[in-house]
């Protein structure tokens, strides 16, 4: 079922997510369906959008669904930066699809998660794949693109 995205300043996006515990597990069926409909439901209004996190649909649970070339459900993440390289990238968001946000990213990261199944994973990641998952890992700690900004400069409109 398609769910609404909370948008920029609604205070539930502010807030610090919690693990997934495994008496939870089952429900986990239900909230991939709707991430997964949600971020298509977007894509086909905005023609954007590669993951979602399950706060921005209201659900303070630490999930992110990502889907690019297949769909992937990562459970309680845990993300590791590596080395200190860093990359400038404008951010854009689904909680506020007309910003972009000028930013700084670790240009490698490694995430581990528990997969739909209950197995645990890890990938390395590499700039634009790390970039967004730093975003999304960013939702589950309550944190917006817009609050990394540097600057108010570095918050740019996007033309719809
Ligand atoms: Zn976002």
């Not at 399950?54 to 999930?63: E, L, N, S, Y």
């Not at 990641?125 to 900004?149: F, P």
Request: hydrophobic fraction near 40%; include cysteine.
């Amino acid at each position: 079922m398609q769910r609404e995205i909370l948008l920029l300043g609604d205070e539930r996006l502010y807030e610090m997510s919690v693990p997934v515990t495994s008496s939870e597990w089952s429900t986990l069926e239900a909230l991939e369906n709707d991430l997964h409909d949600t971020l298509m439901g977007f894509r086909e209004r905005y023609g954007v959008g590669r993951a979602i996190a399950a706060p921005q649909i209201g659900v303070k649970k630490r999930v992110i669904y990502m889907y690019i070339d297949q769909p992937i459900l990562m459970v309680n993440p845990k993300l590791t930066f590596l080395g200190e390289d860093k990359i400038e990238v404008l951010d854009d968001c689904m909680s506020f699809p007309y910003l972009l946000v000028r930013l700084e990213r670790y240009k490698k990261c490694q995430l581990s998660y528990i997969d739909r199944e209950g197995n645990e994973q890890s990938i390395l990641l590499e700039d634009d794949l790390s970039e967004l998952i730093q975003h999304e890992y960013d939702h589950l700690d309550g944190i917006l693109a817009t609050m990394r900004a540097k600057h108010i400069k570095d918050l740019v409109h996007k033309r719809p």
